[in-house]
């Protein structure tokens, strides 16, 4: 009953970073942003970002595991447009994540699972290391409020790779989703930036099981105008 209950509180959210929901807007904005980019001088600014972050607090908070991640990522941005105090841009966030993670309720493994569901059991509910490859690739808005400072709403997703299987995730091939928000402060062709985000990390049902790993994270970057 508990699980039950967390599948449909967390149901609204999964549906917000399913891949096949982002797939489709991330393709019609670069359809629209080609059109208008050979018009436009571009800009294109490298940088790195480090984060952390974790499940345990809303809108997520699940009674059922923990799941703490830090991340390195790098920085790709190139600009596609820019109209008065809005921009348009493509980003690519190629990343390595590493997570703790362990199973508090092992009655999230049921007898469906298989005759060794029992053995499963004991294995997920010991803490263990998770080190995920993903190349997150999206559409970011900024709004350009002051010389200096902007804010952006960021969405991007990517593949990704799992190398440890838990009881809400087979280890292997799977997806990254993120929604973010962020502010930036420019001084000179330096820019820092400070970016909360909601990630999300499942394989489309490729594979067995596919319940997900979620978490709320900050990130720091930095990045230089080339």
């Known amino acids: 009953m508990e699980v039950l209950r967390y599948s449909k509180k967390t149901n609204y959210f999964r549906m917000l970073y399913n891949y096949k929901l982002f797939l489709p807007f991330i393709i019609s904005i670069l359809l629209v942003s080609k059109s208008f980019a ?6 294109l600014r490298l940088g790195f970002k480090y984060g952390i972050g974790t499940q345990q607090v809303f809108p997520y908070n699940s009674p059922d595991y923990t799941y703490k991640v830090s991340g390195y990522k790098g920085l790709i941005n190139f600009q596609l447009k820019k109209y008065r105090i809005l921009s348009f841009e493509m980003q690519f966030e190629p990343g390595i994540y590493v997570a703790r993670h362990q199973l508090l309720n092992e009655y999230f493994v049921q007898p469906r699972w298989g005759a060794d569901y029992l053995e ?4 997920f509910t010991k803490e263990k290391t998770i080190t995920e490859y993903a190349i997150n690739v999206g559409i970011l808005v900024r709004f350009n409020l002051k010389k200096r400072m902007s ?5 991007s997703v990517g593949p990704m790779f799992s190398g440890t299987e838990t009881e809400r995730l087979a280890r292997g091939f799977a997806f990254s989703d993120i929604l973010a928000l962020g502010v930036t402060y420019k001084f000179g062709k330096i820019m820092f930036e400070l970016s909360p985000y909601l990630r999300h990390v499942s394989n489309a049902n490729l594979q067995f099981p596919n319940s997900g790993h979620e978490s709320l994270n900050i990130d720091f970057g930095i990045s230089v105008f080339i």
Request: a neutral charge.
């Open 120 to 123: 499963k059991r004991e294995i």
């Open 151 to 155: 804010f952006y709403i960021l969405g």
């Open 38 to 43: 050979q018009e436009e001088s571009r800009s």
